[in-house]
């Protein structure tokens, strides 16, 4: 019986267990933080790069030059950072229909209105439609993220797969009138 109770009154080594208790919740916390971080910087980055791509063909620039789906994917991806797959692009320019109700901006919507209609996530065979001038557009730039733990990408994806993986989906998009060029 003394030999219980002077083990259990013992306190060399407590704090190191009660390190070992915290440790493990505080590297995941850190872990969820960065990944966060990350998801942040490459949203941020691909909406850079859509508004910089939108632009040419907002301005005509992209029509001049006859740009097609895979040279306006190299366009775009000049403006993302190194560490971006551009493979992993999927883009889609849609013209929008004139008018309103289920037409218009509207048929990119879900029907249930609680986010964008989001189409297949196959690279390179998306729609790709240059307008002419003065006719509006709407530009879908999708980054499938799948570095992410698998806990991870479910809580924050909504169930996306891409290539077989759970993915975050990175959605920037650009809605514009094409200039009188």
């Known amino acids: 019986m003394l030999l219980v109770r002077r083990y259990v009154c ?13 440790a493990m919740l505080f590297i995941l916390t850190l872990l969820f933080i960065m990944t966060v971080a990350t998801i942040l910087f490459i949203n941020q980055s691909l909406d850079y790069a ?16 006859a740009l097609d789906q ?3 994917k190299t366009a775009l991806c000049r403006n ?3 560490s971006m797959t ?8 849609y ?4 008018g309103s109700g289920s037409s218009g901006y509207y048929s990119y919507v879900r029907s249930d209105v609680s986010g964008l209609a989001i189409p297949a996530l196959t690279p390179g065979s998306g729609q790709y439609s240059l307008g002419t001038r003065g006719q509006y557009q709407y530009l879908l730039v999708i980054y499938p993220i799948t570095f992410l733990p698998s806990a991870f990408a479910k809580m924050l994806g909504g169930g996306a797969v891409f290539n077989g993986a759970p993915a975050y989906l990175a959605v920037s998009t ?7 060029f």
């Open 10 to 22: 013992d306190q060399r080594g407590a704090a190191a267990v009660e390190f070992a208790l915290v």
């Open 50 to 65: 859509t508004t910089r791509a939108a632009r040419q063909i907002l301005t005509g620039a992209a029509q001049t030059s």
């Open 70 to 72: 895979a040279g306006f």
């Open 80 to 82: 993302l950072p190194a």
């Open 86 to 93: 551009c493979a992993n692009l999927v883009v889609n320019l």
């Open 95 to 98: 013209l929008v229909p004139p």
């Open 174 to 180: 650009a809605a514009f009138r094409n200039e009188l």
